[in-house]
């Protein structure tokens, strides 16, 4: 079996985008958030890079993520800051407790990882079940602008203890008609020049159309869609390489 988000990928993740790090999504969620007072949820919160930065600035937020390993490093980083918020194992499709959020975010494009129309569709639906009245739903979305078959990528990280990991990342497949990209990721950890560790990802990415996302909003019952590009609240997109970032409310 291929892993996703596994040891070496979080590892990674944690190194490259390590908390706080922001593309202007911290700044711009912090200040959609600002007038929250309930709880809010962050799926897929990943290592807390997002997370941390609003709880440290007295913001009420839960996390969940599938994976085990990214909940490992977002739980070790929130113990270094003497954090202790509430977080859960668990799917963007299934996830069910009794809580009414105000607000559920998704930034990073990380929607886009939910690559099975049904699913996406499904995950919304699950969103729009644990807003409360009135509560929000933001969530970040990008396009693929340049799409080519084979297109591989490389990169390395220097661990603290001197470690190397490589990551070689190339697009295999396309599927234009159900929108999306499936890329692999080989990730290594060498040291000295012995192979340490590998893992192979699979690393599916779906794509909407702006106005389409807009339409599956709606279709779900969300009201008040508020579309923003380069994290400028309201400014429609132009630039097809700047981050689009969809405000909703679900009003019940
Ligand atoms: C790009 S990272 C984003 C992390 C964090 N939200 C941030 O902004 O830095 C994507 C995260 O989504 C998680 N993830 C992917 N599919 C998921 C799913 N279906 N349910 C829950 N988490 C999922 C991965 O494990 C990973 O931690």
Known sequence: MLSYYGRLSSEVYDMDKPIGHSFGDIEFYMNRLASCEGIILEPATGTGRMLIPLLERGLNVEGFDSSKDM??????????????????????????????????????????????????????????KHLSNGGRLIVDIFLQSDISIGTVSTRTWKCSNGDIIALENKIAEVDYINQYTISYGRYEKWREGVLLQTELEYFPLRWYGVEEFKLILESIGFKDIVISSDYKFGQYPTDTEKVITFESVANK
């Open 71 to 128: 909940l490992y490093v977002c739980k070790n980083n929130c113990i270094k800051r003497n954090l202790n918020p509430k977080l859960f194992e668990a799917n963007m499709e299934s996830f069910s407790n009794d809580t009414k959020y105000d607000a559920i975010i998704v930034p990073a494009g990380t929607f886009l990882l939910i690559h099975n129309r049904a699913d996406s569709i499904k995950v919304l639906h699950n969103f729009y």
